[in-house]
């Protein structure tokens, strides 16, 4: 019976509505960009960076404003490998982000960075704005303010002139 018990709060615990964190390569996140029919928001962050974590629900928000037209917020951590996945995801849990959640399993800056964008030196928090149907694709290498997100996610959405 003790079995039972155990096996039901497993099974409501993950069923309790927060995103796992899943372990990705670059290449997976190419793929993932490639594939997309939507625009995309794609984060650069780590739990421990406080810039980071300011920008988080600027982020969130601005992309809530635009559900009906399915841009899609993906972060993607930094995080140390020693904090994947329990404290990358609890912090997820506490903070209630609401995301398409990865983490980057790479260890070579020379390699994956170039492959987000070509000035990209690592540094964080850094955000791609993608959007294949546009043509769309801008990089910052900085925090971004609540004033900007939602204009930049306007511009992606833009048809080519």
Known sequence: MKCLWMILILCAGTASGYAQVKKIKITDLERHIDSSDHPLVINFWA???????????????????????????????LDFPRDFPQTL?????????????????????????PKVNERWDGGIPATLFVNKKTGYRRFFDRALTDRQVVPEIKAALKAIP
Do not use: H, M, R
Request: hydrophobic share 45%.
């Open 47 to 77: 739990t421990w960076c406080a810039p980071c974590v300011e920008e988080l629900p600027f982020l969130q928000e601005g992309v809530a404003q635009f559900a009906d037209q399915q841009v899609e917020l993906v972060l993607v951590s």
């Open 89 to 113: 995801e609890a912090f997820i849990k506490k903070k209630n982000i609401k995301a398409t959640l990865y983490w980057l399993d790479e260890t070579n800056a020379d390699y994956f960075c």
